[in-house]
């Protein structure tokens, strides 16, 4: 059974020239700002894979929930995390092997 892992990942201080590789320019895309270490920062709300046509979409900066409040011991307290920006794909990865059945790679 094919079985496919897809880490997201960040785009910080790179050319555009490299965005461009092993992805299509997609219409929307975020401005241009400056990190923290004055460094050019490039987001695309949407890539989208050249080989497979896969999209990802970017997940912005905030702060969400994480534990229970049931009685699962494990996962208490509830405390708030941070999340830095992040691509995610579009698709959860059980239907990968649907997407390459569907473009014949």
Same mark, same amino acid.
């Given at each position: 059974m094919w079985k496919s892992?897809?880490?997201?990942?960040l785009l910080l201080g790179v050319s555009t020239s490299?965005?461009?590789f092993g992805f299509?320019?997609?219409e929307e895309?975020?401005?241009?700002? =400056?990190? !923290?270490?004055? =460094?050019q920062v490039i987001k695309k709300k949407e890539l989208v894979w050249d080989k497979d046509n896969a999209r990802m979409v970017l997940i912005p900066t905030?702060?969400?929930e994480m534990g229970s409040r049931n009685n699962i !011991?494990?996962? =208490?307290?509830?405390? =708030?995390v941070e999340v830095s920006v992040f691509y995610m794909d579009?698709?959860? !990865?059980?239907?990968i092997p649907e997407i390459y059945q569907r473009?014949?790679?």
């Open positions: 892992i897809r880490v997201p990942f490299l965005i461009n299509n320019d997609t895309h975020a401005e241009l700002i =400056k990190n !923290s270490a004055q =460094k905030g702060y969400f !011991s494990n996962e =208490k307290p509830v405390h =708030k579009v698709h959860d !990865s059980r239907t473009n014949r790679l």
